[in-house]
Nanobody, 119 residues
Framework: VQLQAFGGGLVQAGGCLRL?????????????MGWYRQAPGKERELVAA???????NYADSVKGRFTISRDNAKNTVYLQMNSLKPEDTAVYYC??????????????WGQGTLVTVSS
């Protein structure tokens, strides 16, 4: 499985960005897709994830600001990020696997995309 992510960049606080991640290859094993992020000096953390059935999971810090969605026909997951804050600055990684609970440990990772939010 290959994951290709798009959409990072530099934005001012209060702005928005949209990330996308397309999966290809042996995608039959993929049920859950999502995004992790890692800020300098911090551990990687789950931002949001979604199953093929549409169940979602969000970090408390992004609830109400970020929305994850998925196009199963295109094997693509999107992360709409609104009301961005400087603390959202991080490298965002696409992740996919059999379940939300296991994808970070046993799943697949895309290349990171940098999101920088200026104050």
């Amino acid at each position: 499985v290959q994951l290709q992510a798009f959409g990072g960049g530099l934005v001012q606080a209060g702005g928005c960005l949209r990330l996308s991640c397309a999966a290809s290859g042996s995608i039959f094993s993929i049920n859950a897709m999502g995004w992790y992020r890692q800020a300098p000096g911090k551990e990687r953390e789950l931002v949001a994830a979604i199953t093929s059935g549409g169940s979602t999971n969000y970090a408390d810090s992004v609830k109400g600001r970020f929305t994850i969605s998925r196009d199963n026909a295109k094997n693509t997951v999107y992360l709409q990020m609104n009301s961005l804050k400087p603390e959202d600055t991080a490298v965002y990684y696409c992740n996919a696997g059999a379940s939300i609970a296991t994808m970070s440990r046993y799943g697949y990772w895309g290349q990171g995309t940098l999101v920088t939010v200026s104050s």
